[in-house]
């Protein structure tokens, strides 16, 4: 079984800096692609940073310049967030294209999600 478990929410201060992780266990052979995505009340999920399987960098709009996605080893993901903002309060959703083994195919796999609050 994989799973996939965020850390590092909580409530800050605007203006503030959080620092999310994520980590990816169980039957995995491969990990292509990883990202975040995050969803506010009432809202869709929305991406905020993606590390694709060739190395590009995506992000939203929103967080470009405040928000940095780094891979830190085959199986775990960071999102280092600075200059928060009360509109960045959401859940936030980690993901990632997994292949458990050289018979299966790849398959997208989401965490529970961590909450991020800022406070004005």
């Known amino acids: 079984q994989v799973r996939l478990v965020e850390s590092g929410g909580g409530s800050v201060q605007a203006g503030g800096s959080l620092r999310l992780s994520c980590a990816a266990s169980g039957s995995i052979f491969r990990i292509a692609g990883m990202g975040w995505y995050r969803q506010a009340p009432g809202k869709q999920r929305e991406l905020v940073a993606e590390?694709?399987?060739?190395?590009?960098t995506n992000y939203g709009d929103s967080v470009k310049g405040r928000f940095t996605i780094s891979r830190d080893n085959a199986k775990n993901t960071s999102l280092q967030m600075n200059s928060l903002k009360p509109e960045d309060t959401a859940v936030y959703y980690c993901?990632?294209?997994?292949?458990?083994?050289?018979?299966?195919?790849?398959?997208?796999?989401w965490g529970q999600g961590t909450q991020v609050t800022v406070s004005s």
């Open positions: 993901n990632a294209d997994i292949t458990r083994s050289a018979y299966h195919i790849p398959a997208t796999y």
């Open positions: 590390l694709t399987s060739d190395g590009r």
